[in-house]
């Protein structure tokens, strides 16, 4: 049985940082591309990083790109994601997700879940 837990959010104030952790198991996890997504109140799922199979190929989402960084240490079977200068913004619940081997940016594009973790940054 696959399963992803998330962990490492919290309440920060704004300009602060956060490392994110999401340890898999009961999956080849060498295998797999890993996504972070987050939904805030009231919003669709949306893409956040995701990063592929090896840790040699990661993706970001525009808006993110230089605050957020997505790595992973295929011999923890873990994936970060590490926040820096957080804004009010940022509030959302955070998610991992996996896939087979290669990244994609879709929510439907994903086998499997964590029950995410909430972030929350205050002004």
């Known amino acids: 049985q696959v399963r992803l837990v998330e962990s490492g959010g919290g309440l920060v104030q704004a300009g602060g940082s956060l490392r994110l952790s999401c340890v898999a198991s009961?999956?080849?996890?060498?295998?797999?591309?890993m996504g972070w997504f987050r939904q805030a109140p009231g919003k669709e799922r949306e893409f956040v990083a995701a990063?592929?199979?090896?840790?040699?190929?990661?993706e970001y989402t525009d808006d993110l790109k230089g605050r957020f960084t997505i790595s992973r240490n295929n011999a923890k079977t873990t994936v970060y994601l590490q926040m820096n200068s957080l804004k009010p913004e940022d509030t959302a619940i955070y998610y991992c997700?996996?896939?087979?081997?290669?990244?994609?940016?879709?929510?439907?594009?994903?086998?499997?879940w964590g029950p995410g973790t909430q972030v929350t940054v205050s002004s």
């Open positions: 009961g999956l080849t996890f060498s295998r797999y591309a």
């Open positions: 997700a996996a896939r087979s081997l290669f990244i994609v940016r879709t929510v439907g594009g994903y086998d499997y």
């Open positions: 990063i592929n199979y090896s840790g040699g190929t990661a």
